[in-house]
């Protein structure tokens, strides 16, 4: 168990509807990181938030979008879904310290858009 | 710009036989180098990490890697493959701040010979 919390783990949805993703960091860790993985892309980073604030931005399509709320969870929201946005959605959690920064992943969303 | 070059994208062994899963990378700044594992339906899990310091690195599943900067290699390797070993493996780059996240490989599927 990585300590990092993802909800839902399986999500099944129509085209052009929106879902929002939920992730709880690992106790302590003020960055949070989206990664998309798909068959045809791989692992794909998305963004990146550290306390509360964007940090980096990834492959991250218009039509998605992500904050990070003051205790530290985090939601992606995917709007205007495709099919092509199928994919496994993972959030990890990290904190950068003297010996570099280690980043843990949850178990995923599995996003299915039908 | 960082890049992660995994060489094999399926690599088949015998049980008790050494594993060995190449990973080249490319970095501008000295680099922070991790291994993943992803069993199947299951998130990424993390194996080991170089960040600084000694280069031959131990991690979890008697998993090791060496960091080679004249090669810019960091191999993952073990001297006797077990069939439980069977997995997704991701080499992954980031610099020291992880500012953007990782930069993941594409992955290579290990296969487990009875």
């Not at chain 1, 989206?34 to 980096?56: H, P, T, V």
């Not at chain 2, 080499?91 to 993941?104: N, Y």
Request: glycine share 10%.
């Amino acid at each position: 168990d990585s300590g990092v919390t993802q909800t839902p783990k399986h999500l099944i949805t129509a085209t052009g509807q929106r879902v929002t993703l939920r992730c709880s960091p690992r106790s302590g860790d003020l960055s949070v990181y989206w990664y998309q993985q798909s068959l045809d892309q791989g692992l794909q980073f998305l963004i990146q938030y550290y306390n509360g604030e964007e940090r980096a931005k990834g492959n991250i399509l218009e039509r998605f979008s992500a904050q990070q709320f003051p205790d530290l969870h985090s939601e992606l929201n995917l709007s205007s879904l495709e099919l092509g946005d199928s994919a496994l959605y993972f959030c990890a959690s990290g904190t950068t310290t003297e010996f570099g920064n280690t980043i843990y992943f949850g178990e995923g969303s599995w996003l299915t858009v039908v | 710009a960082q890049s992660v070059t995994q060489l094999g994208s399926h690599v088949s062994v015998s049980e008790g036989a050494l594993v060995l899963l190449r990973c080249n990378y490319s970095s501008s700044v000295p680099p922070y180098l991790f291994w993943y594992v992803q069993y199947p339906n299951q998130g990424l899990q993390l194996l080991l990490k170089y960040t600084t310091g000694a280069t031959l690195v131990k991690g979890i599943n008697g998993f090791e890697a060496e960091f080679k900067k004249s090669e810019t290699s960091f191999h993952l390797t073990k001297p006797s493959a077990h069939m439980s070993d069977a997995a997704e493996y991701f080499c992954a780059v980031s610099d020291w701040g992880g500012a953007d996240g990782l930069t993941f490989g594409k992955g290579t599927h290990l296969i487990i010979q009875p």
